[in-house]
């Protein structure tokens, strides 16, 4: 079993920064993908970025200029930096490990963090 917490969602005026982390537990963290998603309420959760060890990320494209994720293996920590934060980036930040199967699609990974709001006014 490996355990996610995920910290550093919080209230941000539009334009502003934020920088989630996702603390994970486990033996073979450095051997996982791990990725974060978003979900809004009534919506279907969104994949928002990925890092795989060696440094390869992905983004969603709404996100890929204003975004930034990387990840610490000493640490067993990994980050999503969020600059340049609009209105509908407005969700619950969830981070997850482990993939088997396509990295953009929810149910390709194991592991998953309780989530953490992030809320950004206009």
């Known amino acids: 079993q490996v355990q996610l917490v995920e910290s550093g969602g919080g209230l941000v005026q539009a334009g502003g920064s934020l920088r989630l982390s996702c603390a994970a537990s486990?033996?073979?963290?450095?051997?996982?993908?791990m990725g974060w998603f978003r979900q809004a309420p009534g919506k279907d959760r969104e994949f928002v970025a990925v890092?795989?060890?060696?440094?390869?990320?992905y983004f969603e494209d709404s996100v890929k200029d204003r975004f930034t994720i990387s990840r610490d293996d000493a640490k067993d920590t990994m980050y999503l930096q969020m600059n340049s934060l609009k209105p509908e980036d407005t969700a619950v930040y969830y981070c997850?490990?482990?993939?088997?199967?396509?990295?953009?699609?929810?149910?390709?990974?194991?592991?998953w963090g309780q989530g953490t709001q992030v809320t950004i006014s206009s």
């Open positions: 997850a490990a482990r993939i088997d199967g396509a990295y953009f699609l929810a149910g390709s990974y194991y592991y």
């Open positions: 486990g033996r073979t963290f450095s051997s996982y993908a």
């Open positions: 890092t795989w060890y060696g440094g390869t990320t």
